[in-house]
């Protein structure tokens, strides 16, 4: 997604400087070049040689560098992005005041490129009001700050102040290159998500425990990434994300329905929606009275819309989910194939942190022809990004204009 990306990683004094090892193998994995440059203070913390053999480039410190005259200005006219992570409160206040003493603060003053921030420091400092003003003048000044996270800090106390993980700040990375060519605009997406309802009376039905929030996240992504953007919802607390058409449905037959309409106008069609397998044979059109027996309910199966979706078009991307207990390859595997799909998102929905009404998910993604990648745990909105990154790589037949 990076590819032919030059990213500026200027690192400053923090212990989460460390970090930036792994940010830079987060950049590089996605195809960016990373030119890395260290401030005196964050050679106490990373070594350049190590930035170094992550990066495949020469790291820089020096305004004086023989070896690199006028580095400052190549670098800062050659990037597409600069990125400071981790930003330190000092250096913060030397960007807010326009100073140039070193490498990494002159090239801020020379560069035209985007430029992202990351902030990490100790509880309290994010708070102090000298931070906030230099904070709010940098963003004044089209800086993005990408905040800090609450969690433990190296001084043993908890609070604000910890760097952003690396995914979060790959993201924002993704999201303001992505401003004027974004990876999506032109495809058309249908996403499905949360619960089925299936009415046993007025007032009863069967239903499942989606919440709908990977859907949701997925529209929600997507939609940034320049996609027009339909989205199938069962019955959620969840809002529309911005820009994306919702069409709400309650049962399976109507969601059926609804998919059916859209179908064929979509280039990339992700089924994440929790489909309700069965279905009470008939609704009572009155209450259902109790009895004081036991009583049976008659129950038929719902049309699986993904497996009985009519041939799409050639060029149409089509990514289905799998909700497993047990054998979880084994059976997504199965359902990748029965239902005709370029990529299953398995969940082993028994995991903490996985599956149904959570906030995170961990998954394997398994291509039709492929091994299965395990991911590690991240929020699903993330997710929402690696699921349509892989998604794009598949495509291979340049898209066809729509009749
Ligand atoms: N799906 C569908 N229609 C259904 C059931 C499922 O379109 N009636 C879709 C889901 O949205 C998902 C995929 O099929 O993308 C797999 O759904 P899942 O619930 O994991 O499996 P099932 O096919 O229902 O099989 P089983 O419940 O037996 O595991």
Request: proline share 5%; charged share 20%.
């Amino acid at each position: 997604m990076l590819a032919g990306k030059k990213i500026l990683l200027g690192v400053t004094g923090s212990i989460a400087a460390y970090k930036s090892l792994h940010l830079v193998r987060e950049l590089t994995k996605a195809g960016a070049c990373v030119n890395v440059v260290l401030t005196a203070t964050a050679h106490e913390f990373v070594s350049p040689l190590t930035l170094k053999v992550f990066s495949g480039q020469p790291v820089l410190s020096s305004l004086f560098d023989p070896e690199n005259d006028m580095a400052h200005l190549r670098l800062a006219e050659e990037a597409d992005l600069v990125l400071i992570a981790p930003v330190s409160a000092h250096f913060i206040a030397k960007m807010a005041a326009g100073l140039a003493d070193d490498l990494l603060s002159t090239l801020l003053l020379a560069t035209k490129a985007p430029t992202l921030i990351a902030p990490a420091m100790d509880l309290g400092m994010w708070d102090h009001p000298a931070v906030r003003e230099n904070i709010s003048l940098l963003k004044k000044r089209g800086i993005q700050v990408i905040e800090p996270e609450s969690g433990p800090l190296a001084s043993g106390k908890e609070g604000v102040g910890r760097l952003a993980c690396e995914q979060t700040i790959t993201e924002a990375v993704m999201t303001l290159l992505f401003e004027n060519h974004p990876p999506l605009s032109g495809e058309v997406v249908l996403i499905t998500a949360g619960p089925t309802e299936e009415a046993i009376d007025p007032v009863r039905f069967i239903s499942n425990r989606s919440s709908g929030k990977m859907g949701y996240a997925l529209a929600e992504v997507a939609s940034q990434w320049g996609a027009d953007v339909t989205l199938i919802s069962g019955p959620t607390q969840l809002s529309p994300p911005s820009g994306v058409e919702r069409i709400s449905v309650r049962s399976a037959a109507e969601m059926e329905k609804a998919f059916n309409l859209k179908l064929y106008a979509s280039s990339i069609v992700i089924m994440t929606a929790a489909v309700s397998d069965y279905r009470p044979v008939s609704t009572a059109k009155q209450k259902i009275k109790k009895t004081g027996s036991v009583r049976t309910l008659d129950l038929e199966e719902t049309p699986d819309i993904l497996e009985t979706r009519a041939l799409g078009r050639d060029d149409q991307l089509v990514v289905g989910f799998a909700a497993e207990t047990e054998n979880l390859i084994e059976n997504a595997t199965k359902k990748l194939k029965n239902k005709r799909l370029d990529l299953i998102v398995a969940n082993d929905v028994t995991l903490e942190g996985a599956g149904f009404d959570v906030e995170t998910n961990i998954v394997h993604l398994i291509k039709r022809a492929g091994e299965a990648t395990a991911l590690p745990k991240m929020s699903k909105r993330l997710l929402a990004g690696k699921i349509l990154e892989e998604t794009l790589k598949i495509r291979t037949i340049p898209l066809p204009s729509l009749p």
